[in-house]
Each structure stands twice: as C-alpha cells, then as structure tokens.
C-alpha cells in the first residue's frame, strides 16, 4: 500500500498567511511483495494541526488520500481522507481550500474529517469527499458536541461505538443533501427537533424528540431491532 501522508503540527504565535501549499496528502497505491498482480491500495491522509491567532490567505491545506495503484491485472482502491484541524481566534482562510477527500482507485476512498475551532464555542465540523460517494468518515468512540457539522459532496460521517454520545442542537446538522450522519451510540437532541441537508441514521438510541422536522433534503432514519437498540420509536409529529 501506498505511505500515509504523516503529522504536521504547526503553531503560529500571532499569524499564518498560507500563500502556497500545507500538504500532507498520502501516496500511490503500490505493488505488494508477491509480485505485480498484489496490488496495494493509495495510503491514507495524514494530520494537520494548526494553531495561530489569525489565518488568511490564498493556499491550500489538504490531507487527501492516495490514489490506488493500476497495471495489466488491475487496480486498487484510493486511500482515505486525513484529519485537519484549524484552531485560530480569527479564521478568514476559505473553508473551500480545505481538503480532507478520500482518493480515486477502483473505489474511492472515504472522506477524512476537517474541524475549525475558534475562540469560543463547540467548533465545526465539516465533511467534504468532492462529489465521489466513497466510504464514511469516522469518530471513534466517545462523547461529540458541536456548533455545526456540515456534510457534503457524499461526505458521509460514522459516530461509532455503542457507547457514544452526540449531542445535537437544532440546525447542527447541515449539508447539501448528499450525505448520511451514521450514529450507532446515543444522540440526544431538543424536543422540537429541526434539521435538513443530510440523512440521520440512528442505529442506537434517539433520546429527547417528541417533534422532529427535516428541511433541505433532510432525512430521518431509525431501526427497530439492531445490537444496539430493540423497541418503538414514538413520537408526537414527524
């Protein structure tokens, strides 16, 4: 398999004018050690971590994944996306040359994950795969809370662990209408809940809802009888 694309942390006391490129893209898939029919998948994006008071510029920052590799027997899939983390008091770098994307090969892969965090709030949390409807980003298992997840462009998001809780207020959960948020632990929204822009599956319990209503392309999606829920979801509208 193609190399990762490692760990950059990158702490800018009063200032960061990114004109040109932070990468820490991962690379080409590559031919395994059994020889040119074993083909290894793109590797997967690496970490950037950046802190700084003020963030501007022109640039680009990207953690994207590899592509696969390709001969005569065939091709293998692209590495995922990375993590990006921008924490800075000012932020008026463009959100849209932020790039986490999952890697083409002979299935795209998943979206890495892009987190901006200011001096005050829960942050955001922004999910982009360019339009190719690959496999999830993922949050490991643990307790989630933010101002704003935005999916797009098949950018799909996967809570996991039965134990995990999201927290969700209304219109945290935004996005284009491509792209689901897979919870499989706990999420706990208002009672009057209102989201739209992305499909929310909730494979484990969905506590506090008695009215629930999606706008823009939103969708609601519950399970009756999987490992980590069994019973009646009831509501007063949906």
């Known amino acids: 398999a193609g190399a990762g694309g490692g760990a950059i942390h990158l702490i800018a006391v009063t200032s960061l004018i990114v004109s040109g490129r932070i990468s820490a893209n991962g690379n080409i898939g590559s031919v395994g050690g059994a020889g040119p ?3 290894g998948g793109g590797g997967s994006g690496g970490s950037i971590w950046i802190e ?8 680009v920052i990207r953690a994207n994944g590899g592509l696969g590799f390709s001969n005569a027997y065939g091709s293998s899939g692209g590495g995922s996306g990375g993590r990006i983390t921008v924490k800075a008091t000012t932020n008026a770098f463009p959100t849209t040359h932020l790039q986490a994307l999952g890697g083409s090969g002979n299935q795209y892969g998943g979206p890495g994950t892009i987190y901006l965090e200011g001096s005050s709030g829960l942050g955001t949390l922004a999910i982009d795969n360019g339009n190719h409807n690959g496999a999830v980003a993922g949050l490991m298992e643990g307790q989630y809370q933010f101002d704003e997840i935005h999916l797009t462009g098949y950018g799909h998001l996967q809570v996991f662990g039965a134990t995990s809780v999201l927290t ?3 219109d945290t959960l935004t996005g284009d209408g491509t792209a689901w948020l897979i919870d499989e632990g706990v999420t706990i929204a208002p009672t009057d809940f209102t989201f739209g822009g992305a499909v929310l599956a909730v494979q484990g319990e969905l506590s506090g809802p008695q009215a629930i209503t999606t706008t823009g392309s939103g969708g609601l999606q519950l399970y009756a009888s999987t ?6 979801h009831a509501f007063t509208t949906v």
């Open 37 to 39: 029919a074993e083909l």
């Open 52 to 59: 700084t008071d003020v963030i501007a510029g022109d640039g």
């Open 168 to 170: 969700l207020s209304n």
């Open 227 to 232: 490992p980590r829920h069994s019973g009646v």
